[in-house]
């Protein structure tokens, strides 16, 4: 009599297991990515050279020809912009890796790449002129809040990138979004100065929200306004519920 096997019921682990080892997933990925970048320096060296040239650019070629209504010197008026530019995958399927932690833990480095290269950003424009307004802990709450929306769009880009075939088409799809996003925004020139027709996109669109929030608490003054920072976080919020089932989603629909 030939005995049959009988196949092994492994019962579900406790919600609480699964989420530490989700975090423990996520944390190391985000280590192995940030580890990538001191075996590859030039690539934080690059992505920190190009907010520098903006800055510089928009700064002594844009800057004297760029009115600012209320007085405020256009150095002032750029830097949260720039800010927010500046903050616009491996296969582990065979790991038995939560499918959330790749993506996740890539978005974390890149997270804290971008708080390093905030850093630095503030020590340029202080160099050419910026000077917080309302204090330290205002300036770092707006910080927070242009990280927490690179983060959030990240997630975006992560979809886009699994959707690609290459890294040259993920670049070349990612482009029509930033582009509009980015410089018909608020983030380099005031809103008073485009076309009345775009200016309804431009007020209401996220890169233009979050430029607002903070530069409301960066720069303060004649831009301070709470309903700014508030209108940023919702539109964060916002983002994050949409793109990160979408990024999760393109993931695991990898082969």
């Known amino acids: 009599m030939t005995a049959i096997a009988l196949p092994t019921v492994t019962a579900p682990a406790p919600s609480g297991h ?4 989700t975090l423990a997933d996520i944390t ?11 075996r590859i320096p030039e690539a934080l060296f690059f992505s920190t050279l190009q907010p520098i040239m903006f800055v510089l650019l928009f700064r002594y070629v844009f800057g004297g020809a ?31 890796m939560a499918r959330s932690a790749v993506l ?8 804290v790449r971008n708080v390093f290269v905030v850093i630095i950003m503030t020590g340029v424009a202080y160099a050419v002129g910026f000077r ?3 204090g330290g802990p205002a300036y770092i709450l707006g910080a927070l809040i242009l990280l927490a929306f690179a983060y959030s769009m990240s997630w975006g880009f992560a979809a886009i990138g699994l959707a690609a075939p290459n890294s040259e088409t ?4 990612a482009f029509p979004i930033l582009m509009p996003l980015t410089f018909a925004s608020t983030a380099f020139v005031p809103i008073q100065s ?3 027709w775009l200016q309804g996109f431009v ?4 890169v233009s929200v979050v430029v607002d929030g903070a530069r409301s608490l960066m720069v303060g003054g004649f831009y301070h306004s709470s309903s700014s920072v508030w209108y940023a976080l919702l539109w964060i919020a916002g983002l994050l519920l949409a793109l990160v089932p979408i990024g999760i989603w393109r993931y695991r629909k990898i082969k």
């Open 18 to 21: 699964r989420l530490r080892w």
């Open 28 to 38: 190391t990925v985000t280590w192995r990515n940030l580890l990538a970048y001191t």
């Open 66 to 96: 760029i009115p600012i209504p209320g007085g405020v010197p256009y150095v002032d008026y750029m830097m949260p912009g720039i800010f927010v530019q500046t903050g616009l995958i491996e296969r582990f399927r065979a790991l038995p």
């Open 104 to 111: 996740a833990g890539r978005t974390s480095a890149d997270l």
């Open 132 to 134: 917080i307004g309302d």
């Open 170 to 173: 993920a670049q070349v799809m």
């Open 194 to 196: 485009m076309p009345g």
């Open 203 to 206: 007020r209401h669109q996220p």
